[in-house]
């Protein structure tokens, strides 16, 4: 019976802290399309974390893992025809490996697609993906991904056209 309560309240935070930030959703995103983009903002009601299995801890705060420590802002809108850049900074020892997806699909170089990478020291990597010049299909979700022996990081980017009208 404790179960149940304990799981019983805790679902009531969760449900309580989703409602919460759904009031707190704001509109007015860039671009022209007059398409509204949410945004949600930290909620004022504590979520409980359960406690972290000591095995994916170690995993996941080695000093050695793999961390991104810089990268792009979160959402881009681009112009067709112009070009899209994406940045992704990681450190760790051994010196991380940066991979671009896109949609959850790895990406690999084209015409039209170019990665430049930087090893700087021993434990820093330093990524730059362009697209030039930019299409429709090139809307989507884009991650960088670092990785070494010790532990994987991501980041995601939100990116979608912007159509100018005259």
Not at 64 to 88: N, P, Q, V
Not at 93 to 122: A, C, M, S
Request: one cysteine or more.
């Amino acid at each position: 019976m404790k179960k149940c309560w304990l799981f019983y309240t805790l679902a009531l935070v969760v449900t309580f802290s989703l409602v919460a930030n759904a009031a707190k959703v704001g509109g007015g995103g860039r671009g022209s399309r007059g398409r509204l983009r949410g945004r949600i903002y930290g909620s004022a009601v504590p979520v409980l974390i359960p406690h972290r299995n000591p095995a994916s801890a170690h995993y996941y705060e080695n000093k050695d893992g793999a961390k991104i420590i810089k990268a792009s802002h979160f959402e881009l809108d681009y112009m067709l025809g112009r070009k899209i850049t994406f940045f992704c900074m990681a450190r760790g020892y051994p010196r991380p490996e940066i991979t671009w997806f896109k949609d959850g699909i790895e990406l690999y170089h084209h015409k039209f697609f170019q990665v430049h990478e930087w090893p700087l020291g021993n434990d820093t990597m330093k990524s730059k993906m362009e697209i030039d010049p930019a299409t429709q299909k090139d809307a989507g979700y884009y991650e960088c991904q670092a990785d070494n022996q010790y532990s994987v990081d991501r980041r995601g980017f939100r990116t979608d056209y912007v159509m100018i009208t005259y």
